[in-house]
Each structure stands twice: as C-alpha cells, then as structure tokens.
C-alpha cells in the first residue's frame, strides 16, 4: 500500500485547474495516461533553441525557423 502522500499523484489530470474536457484526450495521448504522475514523467522528445537570432535572408529553407 502506497503512502497517503502519494494519492494526488495518481489522480486524473481532469482534476488539474485549467485542464477542461477538450484538452484532456490530447493529454493522454501525450502521456500515455491519464494521472498526473504520467504527465510529471513525460519528458519533452525535443528542444528548438532559439538564442540564434539572425536576419530573414539568412535562414536556412531547410531548417526551423522561430
């Protein structure tokens, strides 16, 4: 038996303020779940820097630009 502490963690993401009925789907996919111990465990696949600021004419057509 888990500790009383821990509870929290494994409700519903529903129960999070600001997370209504349309975004909760698009949360389970995300996380493969739908606790809110699956959305602290979900690592990000990938990371845009963008510190790199430089004119329009020398963007790359192939790249990302933000």
Do not use: Q
């Not at 990371?47 to 004419?57: K, T, V, W």
């Amino acid at each position: 038996m888990r500790p009383l502490i821990l509870d929290p963690l494994f409700r519903s993401i529903r129960t999070l303020t600001g997370v209504g009925p349309k975004s909760v789907p698009n949360f389970e996919r995300l996380t493969g779940g739908e606790r809110i111990l699956d959305l602290l465990r979900h690592k990000p696949i990938d990371c845009i820097h963008r510190g790199d600021i430089r004119p329009l004419a020398e963007i790359n057509k192939e790249g990302i630009a933000t």
